[in-house]
């Protein structure tokens, strides 16, 4: 599955964007998805996730409550919600599919798209 990230941009702190990840190939729908973002200078890190079924979500305890990750089947879509975002949530944003089940690991994906950046001003 190849996997294109966007939605990225700069929006001021407390404000909303919406990242999309459009995936190509015929069984996306078996596909669990993730979001994983890396600020400049550190690593990269989970943020959310979402079974092939959207029946199942994770996030990253930072986020809770703030991002909301959904997807569609079909459109072969996945997105990521953010509102009240922070500064600290300035970083390039990267979605990811796995068919080895869901998981908050880098590891437990095996493709991944090319990011999207995301600046948050204070």
């Known amino acids: 599955v190849q996997l294109q990230a966007s939605g990225g941009g700069s929006v001021q702190a407390g404000g909303f964007l919406r990242l999309s990840c459009a995936a190509s190939?015929?069984?996306?729908?078996?596909?669990?998805m993730g979001w994983f973002r890396q600020a400049p200078g550190k690593e990269r890190e989970f943020v959310a996730a979402i079974s092939a079924s959207g029946g199942t979500t994770y996030y990253r305890d930072s986020v809770k409550g703030r991002f909301t990750i959904s997807r569609d089947n079909a459109n072969d879509m996945v997105y990521l919600d953010m509102n009240s975002l922070k500064p600290e949530g300035t970083a390039v944003y990267y979605c990811?599919?796995?068919?080895?089940?869901?998981?908050?690991?880098?590891?437990?994906?095996?493709?991944w798209g090319q990011g999207t950046l995301v600046t948050v001003s204070s």
């Open positions: 190939g015929r069984t996306f729908g078996s596909y669990d």
């Open positions: 990811a599919a796995s068919r080895r089940g869901l998981s908050r690991l880098e590891s437990g994906y095996d493709y």
